[in-house]
């Protein structure tokens, strides 16, 4: 289209935004309003941790809003969370801060159902409310009568008071506990092969780092490093840590006590065999198989060769090489127990839980067998499938049930029929013309 030759008037586009908004608003409140009837449907009577048979199956309620607030079905709600096409985490969080509207801040979810107050703006209070007890979050829900008028730094500061007041204890405990915040993490590798740091210091520690920093920068330009200050800078980090890492420190090994040095960058080259090119043969030289493309199984993401042999001739730095496990090959063995090798081929393959919308990675996950081994299913890598713990209890223990249609394919049915398939390119519920139980 040649928007050149069609003026088209402002106005009118931003009133088709706004009703389109509002159109989408509408719609959220009456998924919220599902959701409190869904809960209505599914609250676990009893004491909090207490089990409960449902329908054949041990079923326990889970506290997923505030004090106060009913406890729903676990089970239930895994099959909630997967309709309504949320990650297992983060669906539960977002059902969890519906609930802590609908239970404990009536006068906001009077707002949102009213339309004074929009849904994601409610899920930030709920957010806030959710570790208090039930009368100071019946105090906040009381100051937020106009919920619409009240900005974050104000809803901060109303949070902040109520606590102080109906928690006296826990706010000074808190206040001791902030320095335990304490933290350094190096974020996800991105496409150039970069990482961004970031960090809550001590005070005096974070002014020490600095001064570090910036003289080793300006020990570098002096000698010849013509980089910009802040490269240099993000340089010199990186030598302190070498340096660490090179320091023959004598560590005590916690299970055997025997007493080791401390290693410096230790590199895992896994060599991939295809038909065309052999991913790994960076260590020496260009590839001659032309692949560019290296995979950092650390940061879970792919990166240039050029950006590996940068890292492999990094001084003090260790190469193991060893080759990729053929994730075809069937290797069963007559037993039970998952085997090592086993449980590297499955996470290799599966990469994640397999449940749907589960992201949990597999190496954090349990290995399962699809058929059960009692019940003549093979310990092999073609019948084992990475499940986290929480999902591996629901297919042990409810009615969740997956088939394996083709290989690293898997085809789940929710206890009332819903239907997922899940394989490398996510999760897709499977449509059918009417609802499950029609």
């Known amino acids: 289209m040649d928007l050149g030759t069609r003026p088209r008037s402002t106005a009118s586009l931003l009133s088709r935004l706004g009703a389109g908004i509002e159109a989408r608003d509408r719609l959220l409140v009456e998924e919220w309003a599902g959701i409190v009837e869904w809960a209505s449907d599914h609250v676990i009577a009893g004491p909090e941790g207490v089990a409960t048979i449902t329908e054949g199956y ?8 505030g004090p106060g607030a009913p406890l729903v079905s676990e089970f239930g709600l895994m099959e909630l969370v997967a309709v309504l096409g949320r990650s297992p985490d983060g669906g539960k969080a977002y059902v969890g801060r519906v609930i802590e509207c609908a239970w404990r801040l009536p006068n906001v979810y009077a707002a949102v159902t009213a339309g004074r107050l929009a849904p994601w703006r409610a899920e930030r209070i709920a957010d806030l409310t959710r570790s208090l007890s039930a009368e100071a979050a019946g105090f906040v829900d009381r100051q937020l009568w106009d919920a619409s008028g009240v900005g974050w730094a104000q809803l901060e500061r109303l949070v902040a008071e109520a606590v102080l007041r109906f928690d006296p204890e826990r706010a000074e405990a808190e206040r001791q506990r902030a320095a ?29 780092l600095d001064l570090a920093v910036a003289r080793r920068a300006e020990v570098l330009g002096r000698l010849g490093d013509d980089s910009a200050l802040d490269v240099r800078r993000s340089k010199a980090a990186a030598e302190l840590a070498r340096d660490d890492l090179a320091l023959d420190l004598l560590i005590p090994d916690p299970d055997t006590g025997e007493v080791a040095t401390s290693p410096g960058r230790k590199v895992v080259l896994n060599v991939h065999v295809t038909d065309t090119t052999i991913t790994g043969t960076t260590i020496t030289g260009d590839n001659p198989f032309g692949n560019p493309v290296g995979r950092w199984e650390e940061g879970r993401c792919p990166i240039s060769s050029a950006q590996i042999r940068e890292w492999l001739r990094t001084k003090d730095t260790t190469v193991i090489v060893r080759p990729v496990i053929d994730l075809a090959d069937h290797v069963p063995v007559g037993s039970y127990e998952i085997p090592d090798r086993h449980r590297a081929r499955v996470i290799l393959r599966d990469q994640t839980c397999r449940f749907p919308h589960c992201t949990r990675p597999a190496t954090r996950c349990d290995v399962d067998h699809a058929r059960p081994y009692g019940e003549g299913g093979p310990t092999c890598p ?33 206890p009332t029929g819903h239907r997922f398939r899940v394989d490398h390119r996510g999760t897709h519920p499977i449509r059918t013309t009417s609802p499950p139980d029609e």
């Open 58 to 65: 041990l079923d326990t309620g889970v506290p997923i809003a």
């Open 382 to 414: 073609c019948n084992e499938v990475a499940l986290c713990r929480r999902h591996h209890r629901a297919k042990t223990h409810s009615t969740w049930r997956y088939d394996t249609p083709a290989p690293a394919t898997y085809v789940w049915t929710s």
């Open 180 to 208: 335990d915040q304490r933290r350094f993490d190096v974020g996800a590798v991105d496409e150039h092969g970069l990482v961004h740091l970031d960090g809550l210091l001590d005070a005096a520690d974070g002014h020490d």
